[in-house]
Nanobody
Framework: DVQLQASGGGLVQAGGSLRLSCAAS????????IGWVRQAPGLEREGVAC????????VYADSVQGRFTISTNNANNTVFLQMNSLKPEDTAVYYC????????WGQGTQVTVSS
């Protein structure tokens, strides 16, 4: 049974930082691609970052390039999203995901950036 447990969200002022964690069970983060997807109220889901340790690839959305960093801790089977220089437009529920829309989803963690 695959579970993705997201945590680390919160309220932060613009310019601040947060680190999100996605603890995986039932699959190995070094064998499957893991991504972070966010959804703000009234907007479509947006892929933020994705990492594939197996293929050695990392992809970021243009909107977060240079500010967010995705990484993995294979020993702890966890994926992180370090978010720096946060902006109010980063406010959203952040989900970790493996396997795309029809894949596995975590429960989401709320990130709120105040101006």
């Amino acid at each position: 049974d695959v579970q993705l447990q997201a945590s680390g969200g919160g309220l932060v002022q613009a310019g601040g930082s947060l680190r999100l964690s996605c603890a995986a069970s039932g699959l190995s983060v070094d064998a499957y691609g893991i991504g972070w997807v966010r959804q703000a109220p009234g907007l479509e889901r947006e892929g933020v970052a994705c990492v594939s340790s197996k293929h050695g690839t990392i992809v970021y959305a243009d909107s977060v390039q240079g500010r967010f960093t995705i990484s993995t801790n294979n020993a702890n089977n966890t994926v992180f999203l370090q978010m720096n220089s946060l902006k109010p437009e980063d406010t959203a529920v952040y989900y970790c995901n493996s396997g795309g829309v029809s894949g596995f989803w975590g429960q989401g963690t709320q990130v709120t950036v105040s101006s």
